[in-house]
Each structure stands twice: as structure tokens, then as C-alpha cells.
């Protein structure tokens, strides 16, 4: 046989058999047990290394092009307009764009080129972290929240945050650009989600004060034997949601991972579409982007059955709102954020309940609430003044003396019929003996029981 002929670990130890086999060392059934093929494998190749010699265990396909192969300058194209549009993006996001412009490349073919060309650098992958968590088994058992501060614009505008939440069953996520990660921010996300999927059973955030209350806060009210709750955890008391805290960002591993996806997919998408402000990536994140993500990356339950709730009958305009508790006085005036508003039909009298419930709704609107309903105030112009009071000193009248009426029965004398007279001059001298006891009705009113009298000698009568 002229020329040489390049063969592989595996066709040489297959060539070494074989020529056991022939020199009757080994049978064909055996030579396929150490081989590790099966019977007719081994049979069909020993069939062609007895016709073609040893170039008969060399793959056939060797040494000739593929039939799958890109056609010649077809790389460079893809290399180039790689250069010109998408760089930066990583190899999957890649090729699925220049796949719409129809350049038809796998990501792995991409990633290969890249790396040849010295624009893409090889990745290390990372050790596995902690141990695997199963996925919740039904839609809207637990949703994870989190929002992640990044320079979603490449520094057409200031850093902004993007407020995302992910199921933790299907990885379905729906997100919304804040300008910070607040409160209303957070409560302005779960509305859109109870809208579109009804209200969750769990929540799961990290200890931000947005969602919980830190922990000097929760110790003061608890001495107090009160309960401390943020806005937002007061929101999801009245909607029946449990908010449970995550320690580490390991632990909601699921949303973190998709603001990565975010990261990675949704920075491009803002450069090609050249949007520079919050309002219009909204526009673009519910014109079709969130749906494409979750139609992509979205999984099937392990349960059919779905854990949301209803919002019917929930007034989801006060609950979302920022409530705070503020004292009336007696003349029916509240204050707030240093206003001053007067409530209207109110009574004449002091409120019985000296509190109010202040709510400013996400729109602005302020919203007083008085024992369960909402009563009409006014604006005050200015800070209530009290009425000036007078100085000078009360001339007080001296109240003449009273007492009972002549005919009252203290005026009566223990002589019946008689009454006491209050004139000076009736009044008896020190001189004067007084009256005897009266023995008028047989019976003296001082007569005390012979028994129990005393005769002269000291004795008592008996």
C-alpha cells in the first residue's frame, strides 16, 4: 500500500484484533466482547478490513469536506457583520439575530469562530454552589422579587433599576423599569402581575426595608407588642401574600439568574432599538420582549393545578397605596405633610375615634379615611390660628349664700308642728331653760325603758 494512511487510537487497537482474529487467536464474537461492539458491528468491519486491508477501518469521511458545510466566504460575512452590529453580544443572542437576517449559524459554530478570530475569550466554568433545590410543583406557589441596579443604557442615562419577578415553577417572569428599587416601584410590579395572573401565595425577597423592616425597627415594636411591617408588607397582609426573607443571593438563585438573562439580552435589544429612557423600555419590555423570554426559557409546572388567587372583590387602588395614621383634633382637622386639611360633614361635636387613616394612592390622589370610609376635606390655606383670648381679669360675682326654705323640715322643730325660727332674736339665751321633752302621745320622745333605768342609789331597776 503506497502513501501513508492517518488512523486514530480506536481503528488501531480495532486493526490489532483483527489481525488476532486472523491469525485464529481469537474468534469474531470474542474480538467484538473487546472491542465493545456488537456482533454484526464487528462482523460488517472485519468483513471490510479482509477486502480493503487496513484502510478499510478508516472512517470513510475522513479527509473529504462535510455535507453540512458553510459555504466558502460565508464566514467572513457572518464574522463581519458580527463586527459591525452585534459586538458584544454573547453567542447564543448572536446567532439568533443573524439568524432573522439570514445568516443561518448554530451558536456553538459562532462561539468556535469567535474564539479563532480573538474576539471571544474562552470561559472557565464555575464550581456548583450549594446543594439543588427543587422547584415549587404548582404556578404561583412562590414568586421570587428583585430588582437590579445596572447601567441598563451603556450611559445614555443615569443607572436605573429594573424590578423583576419570576415564578418559581415555570421561570416565567414579567419585570418594569424604576428609577430606584422603592416601595412603589415594588408594589407598581405586583399589581401588573395580580392583574395578569391573579394574586400569589408566597413571596420571596432579600431584607431590603423595602419588603421587611430592619431589625432595630422590629425589635422596638415588638417590646411595644406591636407588629412592624413596611408598606409593602402591609399591602400584602391585606391581599393574604406571605413575604418570606432570603439571606443570601444564592438563596432566590432563580431571579438572579434571570436579571443575568436580562442583562445579557435586554442591554442589546435597547442598543439596536436606540431607546434612552425608561418610559419607552417599558414600552418595549410589554411589547413583546417578556413574552419571546418566557416562550424561550419558561418550563411546564410539575403540577396542573394554579396557586393564584382572584383579585375580585379586593380594592387593589387603596391597598397599593402609602397609608399613614394621623390624629384629628376636635375641630376636625388632619394633618399631612405639613398641610392642613379640614374634613367636611362632619359633626358638631368632637370625633369620637381621634385618628384618621391618610392613604396617597400610586396617581397622587390623597384619600382620608375616617372609621372605614372616605369623607370629603378641604385644603386649608394657612396653619389654623386660635381665637385671641382676653387678657383683663374676670370679675367674679359673689353668689349669694342659699339655704333651705322655711318650711324645709330641717326648719322644724323636734316639737311637732312648731318650726325653728333663723331670726336672731328668736334664738334662746345661755339663760334661758330649755323646753322639756314633750309628752304629748303618752309617750316621752327621750323616755328610755325602766329596765334599763337608773335609780338613785346607782342601781338599775329590774
Not at 401565595?201 to 431590603?208: E, Q, S
Not at 394554579?306 to 383579585?311: C, G, K, L, P, V
Request: a positive charge; proline letters at 5%.
Amino acid at each position: 500500500m503506497g502513501g501513508h494512511l492517518t488512523m486514530s487510537r480506536k481503528e488501531r487497537e480495532c486493526l490489532k484484533t483483527f489481525e488476532r482474529v486472523t491469525k485464529g487467536e481469537l474468534k469474531l464474537r470474542e474480538a467484538a466482547e473487546i472491542l465493545g461492539k456488537s456482533y454484526r458491528q464487528c462482523r460488517r468491519k472485519y468483513k471490510r478490513y479482509r477486502k480493503e486491508g487496513d484502510k478499510g477501518l478508516v472512517h470513510a469521511g475522513r479527509g473529504r469536506p462535510s455535507n453540512r458545510r458553510i459555504e466558502p466566504g460565508t464566514r467572513e460575512k457572518i464574522i463581519e457583520a458580527y463586527k459591525e452590529k452585534y459586538m458584544g453580544f454573547g453567542p447564543t443572542l448572536a446567532a439568533e439575530k443573524l439568524n432573522r437576517r439570514g445568516y443561518w449559524v448554530d451558536h456553538e459554530t459562532l462561539r468556535r469562530w469567535l474564539i479563532a478570530e480573538g474576539i471571544l475569550e474562552k470561559r472557565r466554568k464555575r464550581p456548583g454552589h450549594r446543594s439543588w433545590r427543587q422547584r415549587r410543583g404548582h404556578f404561583g406557589e412562590l414568586v421570587q422579587m428583585d430588582g437590579s441596579p445596572h447601567d441598563w443604557f451603556e450611559r445614555r442615562r443615569d443607572e436605573c433599576c429594573l424590578m423583576n419577578m419570576v415564578d418559581d415553577a415555570t421561570s416565567r417572569t414579567l419585570s418594569n423599569f424604576e428609577e430606584e428599587e422603592t416601595t412603589v416601584g415594588a408594589m407598581k410590579l405586583l399589581w401588573r402581575w395580580i392583574d395578569k395572573y391573579g394574586v400569589p401565595a408566597v413571596l420571596y425577597t432579600d431584607r431590603k426595608n423595602v419588603y421587611v423592616p430592619d431589625e432595630k425597627s422590629a425589635e422596638r415594636a415588638a417590646l411595644r407588642g406591636e407588629q412592624c411591617l413596611t408598606q409593602f408588607g402591609r399591602a400584602c397582609k391585606e391581599l393574604g401574600i406571605r413575604i418570606i426573607e432570603a439571606h443570601s443571593p444564592q438563596a432566590k438563585g432563580r431571579v438572579e439568574r434571570s436579571n443575568g438573562t436580562y442583562q445579557d439580552r435586554l442591554i442589546k435589544e435597547l442598543r439596536l432599538e436606540g431607546i434612552s429612557t425608561i418610559e419607552k423600555a417599558n414600552e418595549l419590555l410589554h411589547g413583546g420582549f417578556i413574552d419571546e423570554l418566557n416562550s424561550k426559557f419558561s418550563v411546564e409546572p410539575r403540577e396542573s393545578s394554579d396557586y393564584h388567587r382572584r383579585s375580585k372583590g379586593y380594592d387593589l387602588k387603596a391597598i397599593f397605596c402609602i397609608e399613614e395614621q394621623r390624629s384629628v383634633t376636635n375641630d376636625w382637622i388632619v394633618r399631612f405633610e405639613n398641610n392642613f386639611y379640614q374634613l367636611e360633614g362632619r359633626s358638631s361635636r368632637p370625633p369620637a375615634v381621634n385618628f384618621v387613616k391618610v392613604r396617597r394612592y400610586l396617581d397622587g390622589q390623597l384619600h382620608i379615611n375616617y372609621r372605614g370610609r372616605d369623607i370629603q376635606y378641604v385644603q386649608l390655606a394657612q396653619r389654623p390660628v386660635p381665637s385671641p383670648h382676653d387678657n383683663r381679669p374676670v370679675e367674679r360675682q359673689k353668689k349669694a349664700r342659699t339655704g333651705p326654705g322655711p318650711d324645709h323640715p330641717w326648719r322644724k322643730s323636734y316639737k311637732r308642728g312648731s318650726a325653728i325660727s333663723t331670726s336672731p332674736k328668736s334664738r334662746p339665751s345661755p339663760t334661758e331653760s330649755k323646753p322639756s321633752p314633750p309628752q304629748s302621745m303618752g309617750l316621752s320622745l327621750y323616755r328610755v325603758p325602766a329596765k334599763f333605768r337608773e335609780n338613785k342609789r346607782g342601781g338599775h331597776l329590774k
